[in-house]
């Protein structure tokens, strides 16, 4: 469920969550998934609205929070605690989907996997 976490090359080692992914035995990449989800639209490289989903996904995790919220000044004062926590989970399965989906891309054509590696969201894991 949870995504590790490595120092982006491409980045100037900025640590990153990736998704792991293995093209052939003993040779293991990183796909940044944190980049992915933070500019969705790098996603539509592969197929069109694949950023529009990932967008709107999160913005239905923040109408969760803020309901929570406003259900917390007319239900009873805790109710933002599961908005929070909905949130937050919701957030984090995108952002892991942003990855899962170049993952998928990556493993489909070399084409797609040069362009993540041109976006700088891909690179060979050491040792």
């Given at each position: 469920?949870?995504?590790?976490?490595?120092?982006n090359p491409?980045?100037?080692?900025?640590?990153?969550?990736?998704?792991?992914?293995?093209?052939?035995?003993?040779?293991r990449?990183?796909?940044?998934?944190?980049?992915?989800?933070?500019?969705?639209?790098?996603?539509?490289a592969?197929?069109?609205?694949?950023?529009?989903?990932?967008q709107a996904?999160?913005?239905?995790?923040?109408?969760l929070?803020?309901?929570?919220?406003?259900g917390?000044?007319?239900?009873s004062?805790?109710?933002?605690?599961?908005?929070?926590?909905?949130?937050?989970?919701?957030?984090?399965?995108?952002?892991?989907?942003?990855?899962?989906?170049?993952?998928?891309?990556?493993?489909?054509?070399?084409e797609?996997?040069?362009?993540?590696?041109?976006?700088?969201?891909?690179?060979?894991?050491?040792?």
């Amino acid at each position: 469920m949870f995504l590790k976490i490595a120092a982006n090359p491409h980045d100037a080692g900025r640590l990153t969550r990736i998704v792991e992914f293995e093209r052939v035995p003993g040779q293991r990449f990183a796909i940044d998934a944190d980049l992915l989800h933070r500019e969705p639209r790098r996603l539509n490289a592969f197929r069109a609205h694949l950023g529009l989903i990932i967008q709107a996904l999160d913005y239905a995790a923040y109408i969760l929070l803020v309901a929570g919220v406003i259900g917390s000044f007319f239900i009873s004062p805790w109710m933002f605690i599961p908005g929070v926590i909905a949130c937050a989970l919701m957030l984090s399965i995108n952002r892991k989907s942003a990855g899962e989906i170049a993952r998928r891309e990556a493993r489909g054509s070399d084409e797609n996997f040069l362009k993540l590696h041109e976006m700088g969201a891909i690179w060979l894991m050491p040792g």
